[in-house]
């Protein structure tokens, strides 16, 4: 299956189709048309969420944009979908399913990416500190959509790893953080030790961040991945989970909705303060809500066995039971 595009329209902006879903945009809004339906989300919205799915190779699970559109994780395949996760659209029979293979999607997204960010506009930042996506086509941003999750293969400082952690990396301290103390661990190593013993300040590293909701690997044993990221203003997506996943916020706050993942019923709200751990069951999905910026400790085991170890229930959804 191929993507298509056409012509830019009388705003300056292509229409992109693959499969049975064509994608447009105007000055204000992202058009999304399926066989039995259609859809349209403020187009900064959707910019921050097709930013996330691009940069995150579909993440864990589902990805809904918002409650009707998003994708489905089949690591290698992937579904998108309209309606699927929305009682009202089942009922109705609007909803609407499509799989595609994992690079011809993240093609489609990518192209789409490109050709409807402006100049100036930055989808992975928060809103006070980048510019407008609305109006005519204007320009571009390639440098902003093409950043990437920066992935520790052991641990951030050890030798050879990526090092975000000085003003000459270009990455300087954000205003919301210029009160995160700087100052390194000091490491006194056996002789013979020196590069096997590593330590680094993951508040001053993280204080550097220049994006937000983008959990980063800092560190990898075996399958659990430590991912931190920096929040203000709305996680743009709503996760579906397809395994439990761990929350440390590390300071300041942030509000997670929760919904049942697939109805989309509301099951809670959660409030979570420096210091608060949470763990996030299997079989829900959740947007979080930061009125500042605030450091989140995202905690994940990567294995690919266990969507089908708790689509089969041979683990539970919650890690804990009361
Ligand atoms: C999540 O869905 O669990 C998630 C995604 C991005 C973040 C934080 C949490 O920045
Ligand atoms: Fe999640």
């Known amino acids: 299956m191929t993507m298509t595009e056409t012509a830019p329209n009388a705003s300056g902006y292509k229409s992109f189709s693959i499969g049975g879903f064509t994608f447009s945009r105007d000055e204000y809004f992202a058009t999304i048309e399926w066989p039995t339906g259609s859809h349209q989300m403020a187009v900064d919205s959707f910019l921050r969420c097709v930013q996330r799915d691009v940069a995150w190779g579909f993440f864990y699970g589902i990805v809904n944009f918002d409650e009707v559109f998003g994708t489905m994780n089949h690591y290698g395949n992937v579904d998108m979908f309209a309606g699927r996760f929305n009682d009202a659209y089942r009922k109705a029979e ?29 989808p992975f930042a928060a809103p006070m500190e980048t510019g407008s996506a609305y109006g005519p086509a204007n320009g571009s941003n390639e440098a902003a959509i093409t950043r990437h999750r920066v992935v520790a293969s052991r641990m951030v400082g050890v030798p050879g790893d990526e090092q975000i952690r000085s003003d000459e990396s270009g990455y300087p301290i954000n205003r919301a953080f210029h009160d995160v103390p700087q100052d390194e661990p000091v490491v006194e190593a056996e002789n013979g030790y020196e590069n096997e013993v590593c330590a680094f300040n993951l508040f001053a590293y993280l204080s550097r961040s220049d994006v937000t909701w983008n959990p980063s690997v800092v560190s990898a044993c075996k399958e659990s991945l430590y991912c931190p990221t920096t929040e203000e203003f709305i996680l743009p997506v709503i996760h579906g989970n397809d395994r439990v996943e ?77």
């Open 94 to 122: 609007m909803d609407y399913n499509e799989n595609f293979g994992h690079d011809e999607l993240i093609g489609c997204f990518t192209a789409m990416l490109s050709d409807w960010t402006n100049e100036g506009y930055d």
């Open 246 to 322: 761990w929350f440390v916020q590390l300071s300041d706050e942030i509000q997670w909705d929760v919904e049942d993942r697939d109805s989309g019923a509301k099951r809670s709200r959660v409030t979570m303060r420096a210091g608060d751990v949470a763990a996030m069951p299997a079989d829900i999905r959740h947007q979080g809500y930061a009125p500042k910026r605030s450091m989140l400790l995202v905690w994940e085991n990567g294995s690919n066995r266990i969507p089908d170890l708790i689509a089969s229930g041979q683990i539970p959804v919650n890690p804990v039971d009361f």
